[in-house]
């Protein structure tokens, strides 16, 4: 993880490793819509961890095993469908709106995604949907 996040690879499951993070924002039908935190995909799970925590965001977490769908939404969104809803994300960064490089980063995410599908372990069972975040 980058300095100086409370997330760290102490709180991965056993046999887990981290693949990617990156500040990004949640789409939800609450105000104010957008809600700011960290996009983290690991071998095992994809979630988001909001920088505070809000009554009103359900966990949005997937097991990496039972995503549906992944694509890229446009303007640095990422469209995210598993088993147990959808969730839209906004990756966040100096060089996410940078003319010339449109859509490389919800790309990379897309195939970093893709890529643990085919690799990650299936959920255990004791291990419901929405507890992957830990």
Known sequence: MTSGSWFDDEKLLAGERLVRSAAARLRT???????EGNLILT???LFFLPL???PLIA??????RDIAQVSRAGRNRLFVFGAEGGAL???LGSRAG???????REAAWVRGIMAQKREG??????????????
Do not use: C, I, K, Y
């Not at 039908?29 to 809600?35: C, G, I, Q, S």
């Not at 940078?98 to 490389?104: D, E, F, R, S």
């Open 121 to 134: 372990r299936a959920r255990r069972p004791l291990e419901g949907p929405r507890r992957a975040a830990g």
């Open 98 to 104: 940078v003319a010339g490089l449109a859509g490389w």
């Open 59 to 64: 966990d949005v977490a997937f097991w990496v």
């Open 29 to 35: 039908d609450t105000a104010p819509l957008w809600w």
């Open 43 to 45: 071998t095992d799970r």
């Open 89 to 91: 994300f906004q990756l």
């Open 52 to 54: 505070a925590e809000n």
